[in-house]
């Protein structure tokens, strides 16, 4: 279905983000679920221990895990948001509190023309600001996965300890 900017469409990605927050929010519970249902057959087949899930998300997925890792905390020991924004502001204080024991990976381009790196900046910041352990990365790409954004991710996981002591 069309939406009313003709240039538009709905259906071309989990979510037509128009502004309009309460929209967003229920097309990530909605994509939320979904992958839940999936974390949790995973689980109960063993191949996902729950204590050590890192939510990873790119560009679009980054918008939606950073949503559902502060919505949902209890699920999640890490969140690494690429190319994207963590959209703390449709928190109130108590949800943010409830998850500060998250570690936080921000990866960003400095040359990113769909996404600009100053909001995710702030975002992080705000982060920092509720006691979470938050880092920003940027690297002089552009709205795209790279070598050293996989690299970042991997050195990430693997020093989450340092992370969360």
């Known amino acids: 279905p069309k939406t009313t900017d003709e ?11 128009t502004g309009d927050q309460e929209a967003f929010i229920a097309a990530c519970a909605t994509s939320a679920a979904h992958l839940a249902r999936v974390l949790d057959a995973a689980a109960a087949a063993k191949r996902l221990d729950r204590d050590n899930v890192v939510l990873v998300g790119y560009s679009q997925g ?19 948001a690429i190319a994207c924004r963590i ?22 381009g400095t040359a990113d023309v769909q996404v600009r790196a100053e909001p995710q900046r702030a975002a992080i910041e705000a982060l920092r600001a509720r006691g979470f352990a938050a880092e920003l990365e940027l690297h002089d790409g552009g709205h795209g996965l790279r070598r050293e954004v996989v690299a970042a991710v991997h050195d990430f996981v693997v020093q989450l300890p340092r992370f969360l002591a």
Request: charged share 15%; net charge positive.
């Open 87 to 108: 959209k703390t502001e449709v928190f109130p204080p108590e949800a943010l509190a409830a998850a500060k024991h998250l570690a936080v990976l921000a990866i960003h």
């Open 7 to 17: 240039s538009a469409r709905i259906g071309r990605a989990w979510y037509q983000f």
């Open 62 to 80: 980054g918008y939606l895990a950073g949503v559902w890792a502060l919505s949902e905390p209890s699920r999640f020991r890490a969140l690494v």
